[in-house]
């Protein structure tokens, strides 16, 4: 089969499409056809050694839609045939509150679904929402599943909130965006691009902050939320995060699953003299994602910003390298 294979480190350069031998389901897991698949950062991070326990050489990738095409023994089901998304979360259990030691995530350490079959646990495999394409399906599985536990789960959001979404124009934060409007809350996006600022707003933002343009962002954050956001959003970390906390409404959330700008100092007159929760999350658990694939059943439809063939691998990872996405990058596999 052709898979987009990391043979070394070096960034999305390295990236290339080989044969390799098609695998074949263990006992208990799933063979899929993969039509579709995804990038998420973390795809570039691997790439460019920035990611803990990589090992080389691998096919990666978190995000596919495809087929069942074969199961393993023990495996009575879905049929052969059947269109499906993967869950890319793989060891964690819904009696566990977070991912544990024995827990990974597809694409790393285990081979992904850039190739045109991967191999998969069979309670990772779910059925297709009805009424998407195949790159809209592709889109969904770990921004989806992150973004649902940080809006969701951890960040309890409800219609009276108003949220903070720092930096659009990821898949995670765009999934946010569409999430927050779904639950009928008000929102607020940062960005340094007015382009991704106005695609915000087109998708129901109600509110945008060009940080690049306003460097005292915060205040205009606090002046549109009426007093600072109720819930925040935040996966870069650094200044922004400190600034969420400093411009959180007493009683406020503010959840953080990354840190792309590094690490930052914090007041801590200002966690407890508010009340603010501030809340740790990543990716998400099973019932997490079944919650997440509810709501595109329910008619949501993801931002799909661009979609590469194959072979164009490398070149997709640059385009999320400079950060000019705004939704999530789809490789055509099949």
């Not at 480190?9 to 263990?26: D, R, S, W, Y």
């Not at 959003?233 to 990354?258: E, F, K, M, N, Q």
């Not at 997490?288 to 509810?294: S, T, V």
């Not at 931002?303 to 705004?326: I, K, T, W």
């Amino acid at each position: 089969m052709k898979a987009v294979r990391l043979n070394e480190l070096g960034g999305p350069a390295k990236l290339h499409v080989e044969e390799i031998p098609t695998p074949e389901p263990a006992p208990g897991h799933i063979s899929v056809r993969i039509v579709r698949a995804a990038y998420n950062r973390r795809d570039v991070f691997i790439t460019q050694g920035l990611y803990p326990g990589i090992e080389l050489p691998k096919t990666l990738g978190s995000d596919g839609a495809g087929a069942v095409a074969a199961l393993g023994e023990g495996v009575a089901g879905p049929a052969i045939g059947t269109p499906v998304v993967i869950d890319p979360q793989m060891g964690w259990d819904d009696q566990t509150y977070h991912a544990t030691r024995g827990s990974s995530v597809l694409g790393m350490p285990v081979d992904g679904t850039f190739a045109e079959y991967v191999i998969v646990p069979a309670q990772n495999v779910y059925a297709r929402p009805a009424g998407l394409t195949d790159d809209e399906a592709a889109a969904i599985p770990l921004a989806g599943l992150t973004a649902y536990r940080a809006t969701f789960t951890r960040g309890r959001i409800t219609k009276d909130d108003v949220v903070l979404i720092t930096g659009i124009g990821g898949g995670v934060q765009t999934f946010a965006l569409l999430f927050a409007k779904h639950a009928g809350a008000r929102a607020i996006v940062t960005s340094s691009s007015d382009e991704k600022l106005a695609r915000a707003l087109a998708l129901g933002a109600d509110a945008a902050v060009n940080y690049k343009a306003s460097p005292e962002w915060y205040k205009d954050v606090r002046k549109l939320s009426e007093g600072g956001p109720t819930l925040t959003i935040d996966s870069t970390g650094g200044d922004t995060l400190a600034r969420c906390i400093d411009i959180a409404r007493p009683g406020g959330r503010v959840v953080v699953y990354g840190g792309t700008t590094g690490d930052t100092t914090l007041r801590p007159f200002s966690i407890f003299w508010k009340h603010i929760d501030v809340l740790g999350t990543s990716m998400g658990s099973p019932s997490d994602f079944a919650g997440m694939l509810a709501l595109f059943e329910a008619g949501l439809r993801p931002v799909v910003d661009r979609v590469y063939p194959m072979e164009q691998c490398a070149a997709a990872a640059e385009h999320l390298l400079r950060a000019e996405q705004f939704g999530k990058v789809v490789l055509a596999i099949g």
